[in-house]
């Protein structure tokens, strides 16, 4: 009797955990797209000819950020030289290996893992399939190898050092505030750039920082609260990263009281570009990292037998750069833009910090 | 740091830990009522995400947070029919199920989510905010009287409930199905009907929890916002023990702390709001270790109850 008991338990138990999970994994699924055309480049000397590509990202690629920049640069770097694509979205932060499988059985010749999460799957996959796999923000150059791995990092303190140029020059309260999301590589990066450029412009402005937590992308409700305490604390123009938090951050400024000395409080974002949503002309600008034209290199280098050599950057000439809105008075932008050509020509040096508290130690440093 | 000290900073931190203690305060409330009827209610996380759905998704259409508010309430009460069905009525495994409730309700809510808003994510304005003539006027602690409405009547169910508790026979009959749900059930009182009430009642309050986050707080709902924040409320549950001012207490407790810590930050002394998140559970596993965990929790907290067993 007492065995039955157990046996119907652990059955309905199972049955209830199978349904849950299906409705977890139904949220997750991919979608297979055809992008290209019946053109096919033709391969270099050692290189390979690329007629499909695949990506795979651990979010849905409708979020205005990592993931839709990603699947977006993939789609038209694949329409550019004429392959299909493959798009597995929504693939989560676990083991893709099954993916990766699945994948392969597809048969792209290179498939862009779209999670720094995915760095310790996605080369050792790479060894077993024999498809090529680019591996994002790895913070390391031995990762590379030749017509395998591909590292992608971006230079994204340039873009935000930008963005500081443009919330110096717009604030009204002289002070300015950053909002993480995590404690993150490339938040770190351009949390640095971001006060190197506010200072270039005024020595003496005053920049708050303020952190959700180790792992806050998608806590909205903790970034609301973040953001309005940075926004009474003085500034007025918040420069946000995150992934689902963003839209926390962009509602606190919505609905905050401009502190005093302003009239009203303006937003900067990352990644993507979220002017679309605004209804309260508070977008102000958006470090955007389009990577169009850095993936197209990078099917270019497959085919050429170069893939893998070495790190591959987005930067200023390349698909990183700052949004132009109507908010942004002329005199600014062509401010903005001289320093751009600055950057890129190396007459300006943007400082890189690596970790929040090198840039809790610039802000100290400065104050 | 004299700088940004000014009073509406300091406002900003008391609204800011006054933010960040109601979702745990009504989620918490709820669970402490099914906790002392014997159900381990571990979906708590997954009716608040339900209720953050859909008190966000009616507050959007109607344009009213009451609206959605009540809702997020429908919502949770939807949502913890299935811990009644499942673990109250058939007897499965409260854990389980519990578990299964939150992974459910995770990808059910980010696929409506995504289905839904994925190319648009609306906000919501402010919600309805309930001013004290007066009072609001103070300096710095004014901000405690121009609050969220619902604020209040957070406060209210925590009287209400210790009231309940404490001075009636359906509080005591809860507290008997946690306890002695033998006793109760010789006492010609069904043990069943009690949780099952105390089960939809979880879910309310669960519910109202993650409506007050996406309503009132984030003013949007984004797939796996409650971060967590079910957990914590199981653990401060547990840590009141039935009491439900040491509920409130533990949700201000929890929501000052994080708020303190935010404001820490901004003046440049480093206070990580991850420690404060880990603190209600290093106090439950001492407060396990120190009290014991059959004379802390209930006696028959995730044992199924069925008629004429021992």
């Known amino acids: 009797m007492k065995s039955t008991e157990s046996f119907r338990l652990?059955?309905?138990?199972?049955?209830?955990?199978?349904?849950?999970?299906?409705?977890?994994?139904?949220?997750?699924?991919?979608?297979?797209?055809?992008?290209?055309?019946?053109?096919?480049?033709?391969?270099?000397?050692?290189?390979?000819?690329?007629?499909?590509?695949?990506?795979?990202?651990?979010?849905?690629?409708?979020?205005?950020?990592?993931?839709?920049?990603?699947?977006?640069?993939?789609?038209?770097?694949?329409?550019a030289v004429g392959a299909e694509v493959i798009v597995q979205d929504g693939a989560g932060y676990g083991d893709i290996t099954p993916i990766m499988n699945q994948l392969a059985t597809e048969e792209p010749q290179l498939i862009f893992a779209w999670a720094s999460g995915y760095n310790a799957v996605g080369p050792s996959m790479a060894q077993q399939l024999g498809i090529a796999v680019t591996s994002a923000d790895p913070g390391d150059e031995s990762v590379n190898q030749p017509q395998l791995v591909q590292a992608i990092e971006e230079h994204a303190e340039k873009g935000a050092y930008l963005a500081g140029i443009l919330a110096a020059r717009m604030t009204q309260t002289?002070?300015?505030?950053?909002?993480?999301?995590?404690?993150?590589?490339?938040?770190?990066?351009?949390?640095?750039?971001?006060?190197?450029?506010?200072?270039?412009?005024?020595p003496d402005i005053k920049i708050l920082y303020v952190q959700i937590g180790q792992a806050g992308y998608a806590d909205a409700a903790g970034a609301k609260r973040v953001t309005t305490s940075a926004i009474s604390?003085?500034?007025?123009?918040?420069?946000?990263?995150?992934?689902?938090?963003?839209?926390?951050?962009?509602?606190?400024?919505?609905?905050?009281?401009?502190?005093?000395?302003?009239?009203?409080?303006?937003?900067i974002d990352v990644i993507g570009d979220k002017s679309s949503l605004d209804e309260k002309n508070i977008y102000l600008s958006s470090v955007v990292w389009d990577f169009s034209q850095l993936n197209t290199e990078i099917i270019e280098s497959l085919e050429a037998g170069t893939f893998g050599q070495e790190s591959a950057y987005l930067d200023l000439d390349n698909g990183l750069k700052l949004l132009q809105t109507d908010l942004i008075p002329d005199d600014i932008w062509a401010?903005?833009?001289?320093?751009?050509?600055?950057?890129?020509?190396?007459?300006?040096?943007?400082?890189?910090?690596?970790s929040a508290k090198e840039v809790k130690d610039l802000i100290a440093a400065g104050e | 740091m004299d700088s940004?000290?000014?009073?509406?900073?300091?406002?900003?931190?008391?609204?800011?830990?006054?933010?960040?203690?109601?979702?745990?305060?009504?989620?918490a409330l709820g669970e402490t009522i099914s906790e002392q009827a014997g159900v381990l209610n571990l979906g708590l996380e997954g009716m608040m995400l339900a209720g953050g759905y859909a008190g966000f998704v009616l507050a959007y259409w109607s344009g009213s947070s009451w609206v959605g508010l009540l809702a997020a309430?429908?919502?949770?009460?939807?949502?913890?029919?299935?811990?009644?069905?499942?673990?109250?009525?058939?007897?499965?495994?409260?854990?389980?199920?519990?578990?299964?409730?939150?992974?459910?309700m995770q990808g059910l809510t980010s696929l409506l989510h995504q289905v839904q808003f994925g190319e648009s994510y609306p906000r919501l304005g402010e919600a309805a905010m309930l001013s004290i003539p007066g009072l609001r006027d103070i300096p710095v602690l004014g901000i405690l009287f121009n609050q969220p409405a619902v604020v209040y009547i957070g406060v209210a169910l925590i009287i209400i409930v210790g009231w309940i508790f404490l001075k009636t026979n359906f509080g005591l009959n809860i507290r008997a199905a946690g306890w002695k749900p033998v006793a109760l059930d010789n006492a010609g009182v069904d043990v069943i009907k009690i949780r099952t009430i105390a089960v939809l009642v979880t879910g309310a309050l669960a519910g109202l929890g993650g409506g007050y986050m996406a309503v009132v707080t984030a003013g949007i709902f984004v797939p796996f916002m409650t971060h967590g924040q079910g957990f914590i409320a199981i653990v401060i549950a547990m840590l009141a023990r039935g009491r439900s001012t040491w509920v409130l207490i533990g949700s201000l407790l929890f929501g000052t702390a994080l708020s303190i810590a935010d404001g820490l930050q901004l003046v440049g002394i480093e206070v990580s709001t991850d420690i404060v998140n880990m603190l209600p559970f290093v106090f439950v596993l001492l407060a396990l270790v120190l009290f014991g965990r059959q004379s802390y929790l209930p006696a028959a907290l995730c044992i199924p109850f069925e008629r004429g067993k021992r």
Do not use: H
């Open chain 1, 233 to 267: 604390g003085g500034a007025d123009i918040i420069f946000g990263f995150g992934d689902g938090s963003s839209f926390g951050m962009m509602q606190a400024v919505e609905t905050a009281k401009a502190p005093a000395g302003a009239d009203k409080v303006y937003f």
């Open chain 2, 4 to 27: 940004i000290m000014s009073a509406d900073f300091l406002a900003a931190v008391i609204a800011g830990a006054i933010m960040a203690s109601m979702p745990l305060l009504f989620a």
């Open chain 1, 174 to 202: 002289g002070t300015v505030g950053i909002v993480a999301s995590a404690d993150d590589l490339n938040w770190a990066k351009m949390g640095g750039g971001y006060i190197a450029g506010a200072r270039s412009i005024n």
């Open chain 1, 335 to 354: 401010e903005i833009e001289t320093a751009k050509q600055s950057i890129i020509d190396g007459s300006i040096e943007v400082p890189l910090t690596v």
């Open chain 2, 73 to 104: 309430i429908l919502a949770g009460i939807a949502v913890s029919l299935l811990m009644v069905v499942f673990s109250v009525r058939m007897g499965r495994d409260q854990i389980v199920v519990g578990i299964a409730i939150l992974f459910a």
């Open chain 1, 10 to 79: 652990s059955r309905s138990s199972i049955a209830i955990m199978v349904l849950a999970v299906m409705l977890t994994l139904v949220a997750g699924c991919g979608r297979t797209e055809d992008a290209g055309t019946d053109a096919s480049p033709a391969s270099g000397s050692g290189g390979i000819e690329v007629t499909k590509v695949a990506v795979v990202t651990p979010e849905k690629a409708n979020d205005f950020g990592w993931n839709q920049m990603g699947v977006e640069g993939v789609k038209a770097a694949a329409e």
